[in-house]
């Protein structure tokens, strides 16, 4: 396929972190493009400002990650401030270098635009009165998607009630669960874009070429794991002789291999543009070629995929109206990414699960983390375009090992209270005891620094994407596992599984000039809850607020989830001996169940959106799960429920 015969814009534009003072897109094109942006508003005090191309080629870097695959990073200074809750329309033009014409984005995505409005337009709300997050969205999940939900909301949303920003925690993309149908997507997809060829080192397959056209290895990539007896030695001592590649999970059937893959991966969650290059359903003769219950699951997985990408469109517009903000989780490379200090050592020190691991995050870095602080992140960006210039070349080794010792994936936005992102996944208190047990989510550094940035703020949305206060049975069951040896086959992620960790965070709540009023947004686990968190050895302790929405486009087993809270609640009572068993000291949590829920029940487990509004202290006034199917879920705020508050004691 020829360039000419490609969509200008493959995906995006993606509003980013925006201040007064500078705005922030991401997008995606077919070909190397300039372009130019208008902004006005219609209010009492209109706005208006011309950016030429001039000023948004000085404004933007743009990236070549395959022949007809190009990114463009807008971070535009602004001469005159933004307004602030204003509506501010935008009209980004572009023209390819080698055209004479110009074209709007929302000519060439007809559904950019809300209906009755003539441009797609952003909000700057500094003041966070209202947000949505969310994260887990698996395109294969039998039920609908989240960020639909979300578009919905915000088509039907008064200026009063628009929120200030949508907050991805986590696992917007799955590596590690790939469909077939998606995985043969992708393969399309990466031949229409031309990728160059990638060599893959250690591999049993020699190239990304081979891999993607002669041997895709469909159903069957965790056969592609080195197969070196040292590295099968590792294997057994690290998951007990359960067999599965070090990078991978139990789906880990279609792992993303390449760079290409990784990127095409993004592409398809996000736009409805690249899907309709490709060919509808799986080949007949791959299907016949399956077994029996192989070819229903991948005709099962193809109408989920088919609906999935039914709905790109709305999720194209969302993300064009709202600031984005995101960070990863595990999935977003790989499941148990750097889960124990034993798992890194084998995953790292083998060159082919050290490119797979390295791909993933070269493509977070491009395609999510940019945009959460550019001035980070442009230094990287020099090695970015060397390695996608020269895959599978020392130069693209070279990027890999920058991105890992890379150290600033967290971030703050300036937002009222400030939003502040952790990064749970790379900064690792490593265990002590063993190598095998799980690794602090956040290494005592890291914490000492979160506690700087905290001192003399009044409120705070925290981002953590696992929950800092979880469920405590789940978390006693992690605590088992890993006991046994086992903490893999649970994946003990959470912040009580390492003591150091634990007493670090705990301490940074009882320091005296910690923030009154802490939200803390998480994801993770596929079910929502509302927790309430006092200290008992404070006479005024902090509010801290444990909001959990995950799920975007995911559930939790449901008949194991109704159990797991019930059995939490009989164990887990105010006066049950259990709680001198946990690592939380002396803290007081409240569980607030949704209105209408049954005895008993004080998780949610519907895939959605969550959606936090905040008084102008920082404190939750109302949260409500905006459930995929149209429902909504509100959590009962007014009164916590005193037969499940819990001591938490050393």
Request: glycine share 4%; charged share 15%.
């Amino acid at each position: 396929m020829t360039t000419d015969s490609l969509p200008l814009l493959l995906a995006g534009p993606i509003l980013r972190r925006i201040t007064p003072s500078r705005l922030t897109f991401w997008l995606a094109t077919s070909a190397a493009v300039q372009c130019q942006l208008q902004l006005q508003s219609d209010s009492d005090t209109p706005y208006s400002a011309h950016c030429s191309s001039q000023q948004l080629s000085e404004a933007t870097t743009e990236l070549q990650l395959a022949s007809s695959l190009y990114l463009q990073l807008i971070d535009l200074p602004l001469q005159q401030p933004l307004p602030l809750e204003q509506a501010v329309y935008y009209d980004l033009q572009l023209k390819a270098k080698q055209d004479s014409h110009w074209q709007s984005c929302h000519q060439l995505v007809h559904t950019l635009r809300y209906p009755d409005q003539h441009l797609p337009f952003f909000r700057l709300q500094p003041q966070v009165r209202q947000l949505l997050h969310g994260s887990c969205r698996k395109p294969h999940f039998n039920g609908p998607d989240g960020l639909v939900r979300a578009d919905q909301y915000l088509a039907a949303c008064s200026a009063q009630d628009w929120p200030s920003l949508l907050m991805l925690s986590g696992d917007q993309i799955y590596a590690d669960d790939v469909a077939m149908p998606m995985l043969h997507a992708i393969h399309q997809l990466t031949e229409k874009l031309g990728f160059a060829d990638e060599v893959l080192p250690n591999a049993e397959i020699q190239s990304s070429c081979e891999l993607h056209l002669q041997r895709p290895y469909y159903g069957q990539r965790e056969q592609l794991l080195p197969d070196t007896q040292a590295g099968q030695q590792v294997l057994q001592q690290v998951f007990k002789g359960v067999r599965k590649p070090v990078f991978t999970s139990d789906n880990a059937h279609n792992h993303l291999i390449s760079f290409a893959e990784v990127c095409c991966m993004y592409l398809l969650v996000w736009s409805p543009q690249c899907w309709s290059l490709l060919s509808s359903g799986l080949p007949a003769d791959l299907v016949l070629s399956l077994p029996a219950k192989q070819q229903l699951k991948a005709q099962q997985q193809h109408q989920s995929i088919q609906a999935f990408a039914a709905g790109l469109g709305q999720v194209q517009r969302l993300m064009a109206h709202l600031p984005v903000a995101m960070i990863f989780d595990d999935h977003d490379i790989s499941d148990d990414w750097n889960l124990t200090a034993e798992w890194e050592q084998t995953a790292y020190q083998q060159p082919f699960s050290r490119r797979i691991i390295g791909n993933a995050l070269l493509g977070y870095a491009l395609f999510q983390g940019w945009g959460n602080a550019p001035e980070r992140h442009q230094p990287l960006l020099p090695l970015c375009q060397q390695a996608a210039a020269h895959q599978g070349s020392s130069l693209h080794d070279d990027c890999i090992s920058a991105l890992l010792k890379f150290n600033q994936w967290h971030y703050q936005w300036p937002t009222e209270p400030p939003l502040i992102v952790l990064d749970t996944r790379t900064q690792r208190w490593r265990s002590e005891v063993s190598p095998a047990n799980p690794s602090g989510l956040m290494d005592w550094e890291s914490i000492t620094d979160l506690q700087q940035q905290l001192l003399g703020k009044k409120a705070v949305l925290l981002v953590s994407p696992a929950p800092v206060f979880g469920v405590k049975l789940i978390e006693a069951i992690q605590h088992l596992f890993t006991a046994f040896g086992k903490p893999l086959l649970v994946d003990a992620e959470s912040w009580m599984a390492h003591p150091g960790s634990a007493h670090a965070l705990l301490n940074l709540f009882r320091h005296p000039k910690t923030p009154q009023n802490f939200v803390i947004l998480s994801g993770d686990v596929h079910y929502s809850f509302v927790f309430q968190v006092g200290l008992r050895c404070r006479e005024h302790s902090p509010s801290i607020w444990q909001i959990t929405s995950s799920g975007l486009k995911n559930e939790f087993p449901d008949r194991l989830l109704q159990l797991l809270d019930r059995c939490n609640r009989w164990l887990y009572a105010s006066r049950s001996p259990l709680n001198w068993l946990t690592k939380r000291r002396q803290m007081k949590v409240t569980h607030h169940k949704p209105v209408g829920a049954t005895a008993g029940q004080r998780l949610a487990n519907s895939a959605g959106i969550g959606l936090v509004q905040l008084t102008s202290d920082g404190v939750p006034q109302r949260v409500l799960q905006l459930t995929a199917k149209g429902e909504n879920i509100e959590f009962d705020l007014t009164q916590g429920d005193d037969e499940v508050s819990e001591d938490y004691s050393l």
